[in-house]
């Protein structure tokens, strides 16, 4: 469809802006975030069903379980990076809906899988894996979303699109329990399972609703990108051309800070039930494990709008110390061979998850400003026609740099919950785990202000 390509796109010009570039763009990024919600979903489905699996009667060790709700950022972090050069490749509008429509593999495969107790290991493994394919997503929807926006909404479109896409986090823990108690699909969602539950009373549960439920509007997002989305002529770029990242600094030094924000809340989000079943047995851990990526969502575009008012290094230099201060809070709670205070713990994890929201868009803020300053520096004096090619080539390295970025990011989501189950495994508690997250935090905040925050650093952003 010739239609949905757009052979001029000139988001920089004020008047062109104004006149047609906000109403496409506007429709794009609307577009964008239920698809990103989705493949968020799907993505984390296995941070709620690895906690069901022991009452549905299969026989996995926590460390088994912690490996099911890992597996998918790994598959989802690698994927990520070939995701991050899709988009100039094939176009924003073909690969979202291709990528969309590929959520309803694990979505469908889960929720089979679940309804038979002979269902071996490996295929829940396998299924873990290819939720990845929710977490690949990430990279090319936010390099697309950033070719739509001028410099100075950059911040708080890819806040939105990063921001209402992660609800899909809390939201796939906070309806699964809900689902599950319901036969929603009758006949063609298959039978019940009997579970016992906490109150010692056996009740009738469809597990594979936690899958199934997804699946209808996986089909309507993919049936919008397709009709709705568009394609932008000058975004096209090759691997090769995109590739220039890999021998930017900056590329590396944002990947490091974005491993802190998103690798943050994304590992905290898959980890967090598993965690409070493990140091807090008596709690329900669904009943609470939603609220954090609920909160640290909705702070994500926040922290894009605050960037872009104050500065997104200011704002990424003072998150991460927050961010080291709440996870000692979170030591703090534990129980220390006691009872604990979960009161305490859980609204220290709250504020984390509130300060990885606040990052992720910060720092999200920050790459688009870093390369485009660093390609017009480089032409400074050469013309108008010279500065209009650095701002081509830096939007496309910056749209390459948030794509890798995001892949790096999510392997946090990786090895925060592993990190939880070895140090679990070795000392019976996640407090090991704990004080190598305050080491890296440190790490990120010296990084933040000797590059980018301090006065007179090399790339004030």
Not at 18 to 24: N, P, S, T, V
Not at 130 to 151: A, E, Q, V, Y
Not at 252 to 279: D, H, Q, V
Not at 284 to 300: C, H, K, S, T
Request: charged residues 10%.
């Amino acid at each position: 469809m010739a239609s949905r390509m757009l052979k001029v796109w000139l988001p920089e010009d004020k008047a062109f802006w104004q006149e047609q570039g906000k109403a496409i763009a506007t429709l794009n990024l609307w577009i964008s975030i239920p698809a990103l919600f989705l493949a968020f979903a799907v993505w984390q489905l296995w941070s709620v069903v690895a906690v069901s699996l022991p009452s549905l009667g299969f026989k996995f060790t926590t460390n088994q379980l912690f490996w099911l709700a890992a597996a998918p950022a790994l598959s989802g972090a690698t994927l990520r990076i070939f995701y991050s050069f899709m988009v100039p490749i094939f176009g924003g509008r073909l690969w979202t809906t291709l990528s969309t429509a590929s959520l309803l593999v694990p979505a469908l495969g889960i929720g089979f899988a679940v309804q038979d107790q002979g269902t071996p290991y490996s295929t829940f493994l396998l299924l873990a894996l290819l939720c990845g394919l929710g977490g690949g997503n990430f990279s090319s929807s936010m390099s697309n979303i950033s070719f739509f926006f001028p410099k100075e909404r950059k911040g708080s479109a890819l806040g939105l699109n990063a921001g209402l896409g992660n609800l899909g986090v809390s939201s796939v823990q906070f309806l699964t329990p809900l689902v599950v108690t319901m036969g929603i699909f009758g006949i063609l969602g298959g039978d019940p399972q009997t579970i016992v539950n906490k109150a010692g009373q056996s009740v009738q549960v469809w597990s594979q609703n936690a899958a199934f439920i997804w699946v209808p509007f996986i089909a309507l997002a993919t049936f919008a990108a397709w009709m709705g989305m568009n394609d932008i002529a000058s975004a096209k770029a090759s691997f090769s051309e995109q590739s220039v990242i890999f021998r930017r600094k900056h590329n590396w030094l944002m990947c490091w800070l974005y491993l802190g924000t998103f690798g943050s809340f994304i590992g905290y989000a898959a980890g967090f039930p598993l965690l409070i079943k493990a140091e807090f047995p008596q709690v329900n851990a669904l009943q609470y494990a939603w609220l954090g990526p609920l909160v640290g969502a909705l702070a994500r575009p926040f922290g894009g709008w605050l960037a872009d008012k104050v500065g997104g290094a200011v704002v990424t230099f003072w998150n991460f110390i927050v961010m080291a201060a709440a996870v000692g809070g979170v030591l703090a709670f534990l129980p220390h061979g006691g009872t604990g205070n979960f009161a305490g713990f859980l609204s220290m994890f709250l504020v984390l998850f509130v300060t990885t929201g606040i990052g992720n868009g910060s720092t999200f803020r920050m790459i688009p400003v870093i390369f485009t300053t660093e390609r017009l520096r480089e032409v400074a004096g050469k013309g108008a026609e010279a500065e209009a090619q650095a701002v081509r080539d830096g939007t496309k390295e910056a749209a390459a740099v948030l794509g890798f970025s995001a892949a790096v990011g999510a392997y946090g989501g990786f090895f925060i919950p592993k990190s939880y189950g070895t140090s679990i495994a070795l000392t019976g508690s996640a407090e090991g785990a704990l004080y190598l997250f305050i080491a890296f935090y440190v790490t990120c905040i010296l990084v933040t202000w000797w590059f980018y925050a301090r006065k007179n650093a090399s790339m004030p952003c």
